[in-house]
């Protein structure tokens, strides 16, 4: 599969100027002139949504067609002795798994299949021990984890609007001087750190765009321009593990948790995946420099950048400043006095102050990245359909996992969702792994394992960066027309191998460390 070609820089209705972040200066660089490049945005709601190439339609009505007939052999080949709740279940499951492997219809179209099916099929009961309510699968999208994500989407959409995304990527450039070395892991720096709270698609549009001036103070026969583009869509990826609103796989993982009475705030979040994003940063660095080492010394770069202090930016400046806060202080309001204030309550306050403030307008509003509440949704209401109705007790009975240890699970449910995440939507191999994971996990290992297990997926399906196709970042990379699709495969496999090696080795440690220290 091919994605479609569109060029991170070019503009579209809408766009804005952006301000040249970055300007050539004459010394240290070879005889090379520094091109003029226009600095634009690309509006978000144009960014590639999806890997799936166009096909015909009697092609997707097969899939639907092989979709259905799957979960019809699903159902009628379980034993007979399984309760039919379950057995209706593991049809629905395996018809959203055929769906979302093969894209048939839009992602965000199968959760709600999975909704409908599941409020509907599973609530014409007869006779059955434990009644389900449509409520209680409808419940899903009422989630906090919906309001969590909402809020972030909502702050991250002013900071965008207002151009202070840029001004601060501009900004933070600064320190990391001349070297080739230093601009190298200035731009993944920047670029993870946007991705932590943005919307790790987004940050690659808006940092391809402010690393096409420096890349082009290289010159055209360098390898080490490449190197730097590539770092952008891989950055993206791997920052978005940092935070609970980072990436949706993030979402997945806490509402499963939550659904076994087991919370994880931002700040423990936060201790988890740091160590684990720091280390492979600094893995997929040392990639970068060495297989497109610069063939010169003394790149230089002059970063300009300028703050707005309109009433709009102020406000966005003033929200993102006290909810970040609130997010990380959260555990000591608590204990010291008495204030808890779960990091969904507090993401819904910037949604509601920067919307009153017209900050937000209602076209804003309107554009945000509702296909991807509905996935996530649609996670949920599948991990919560296989509690209801017993199919993932049944799974842990009929796995031969008594005998694994809790190290070769953590293995095993890592590769397979890098496996998934490598040809799938990361959200999707996520929610197709998690509940299946996490029913394992309850059977055989301890709730703090359990809680081990859930970050680790989570953090692992992000490292699924193997292929052009394997994530937008990638898609959006590659069609820069920067980079060829033999880089992205050759830093994307060795990344993935190597930051999967690193998570099943030292993650469960290092989250164990912090759990243990957190209480």
Not at 221 to 228: E, I, N, V, W
Not at 366 to 382: C, Q
Request: proline share 7%; charged share 10%; aromatic share 8%.
């Amino acid at each position: 599969m091919r994605p479609r070609r569109a060029g991170a820089a070019a503009p579209g209705p809408g766009s804005a100027p952006r301000p040249r972040g970055m300007e050539c200066l004459p010394g240290g660089v070879p005889a090379h002139p520094c091109e003029e490049v226009a600095v634009t945005r690309t509006p978000v709601e144009q960014l590639p949504a999806s890997k799936a190439p166009s096909r015909p339609v009697w092609v997707n009505s097969s899939l639907v067609v092989a979709a259905l007939a799957s979960g019809a052999a699903a159902y009628f080949a379980l034993p007979a002795s399984m309760d039919e709740p379950a057995r209706r279940m593991a049809a629905i499951f395996v018809v959203a798994l055929v769906l979302w492997v093969s894209e048939a219809v839009p992602l965000f179209a199968t959760s709600m299949l999975v909704i409908a099916g599941e409020a509907w099929w599973l609530t014409l009961q007869t006779g059955w021990e434990r009644p389900i309510a449509y409520t209680d699968i409808y419940a899903s999208l009422g989630s906090p984890i919906i309001f969590l994500f909402l809020g972030g989407f909502i702050l991250a959409r002013g900071v965008q609007k207002e151009g202070i995304d840029v001004q601060l990527a501009a900004a933070l450039m600064r320190p990391f001087g001349k070297h080739p070395g230093g601009v190298l892991a200035g731009v993944m720096f920047i670029t993870a750190l946007f991705s932590m709270f943005m919307s790790n698609t987004a940050t690659t549009a808006m940092m391809i765009v402010l690393v096409q001036p420096l890349a082009l103070q290289v010159p055209a026969g360098d390898r080490f321009r490449r190197g730097l583009v590539l770092a952008v869509p891989f950055a993206a990826n791997v920052g978005g593990i940092g935070t609970p609103i980072g990436t949706p796989p993030n979402a997945i993982a806490l509402e499963a948790l939550r659904a076994r009475g087991l919370e994880i705030n931002f700040f423990e979040w936060m201790a988890f995946a740091l160590p684990l994003l720091v280390g492979t940063l600094a893995v997929m660095w040392l990639l970068l420099f060495v297989l497109y080492h610069p063939g010169h010394e003394g790149l230089r770069v002059e970063v300009k950048s300028e703050f707005k202090l309109t009433r709009k930016a102020l406000v966005v400046y003033m929200k993102f400043a006290v909810t970040l806060a609130f997010w990380l202080g959260s555990p000591w309001l608590d204990q010291f006095f008495g204030l808890n204030l779960p990091t969904a309550v507090v993401a819904v306050v910037p949604a509601a102050v920067l919307t009153a403030t017209k900050v937000i307008s209602r076209k804003d509003f309107n554009s945000l990245e509702w296909d991807v509440l509905v996935l996530i949704a649609g996670g949920i209401a599948l991990g919560k359909g296989m509690g209801l109705t017993g199919l993932d007790a049944w799974l842990v009975e009929s796995l031969p996992t008594s005998q694994m240890s809790f190290f070769m699970l953590v293995a095993s449910c890592c590769l397979f969702v890098v496996a998934l995440g490598t040809v799938m939507s990361h959200t999707v191999a996520t929610t197709i792994v998690m509940p299946l994971a996490i029913a394992v996990a309850s059977g055989v290992a301890s709730e703090p394992q359990v809680q081990v297990l859930a970050v680790m997926v989570a953090i692992a399906s992000s490292y699924a960066v193997a292929l052009p196709i394997s994530t937008p970042p990638n898609a959006i990379a590659y069609g820069s027309d920067l980079v060829d699709t033999r880089d992205i495969m050759r830093v994307g496999i060795l990344t993935c191998v190597v930051a999967t090696v690193i998570i099943i080795t030292t993650g469960p440690a290092v989250v164990s460390l912090i759990l243990r220290v957190v209480g």
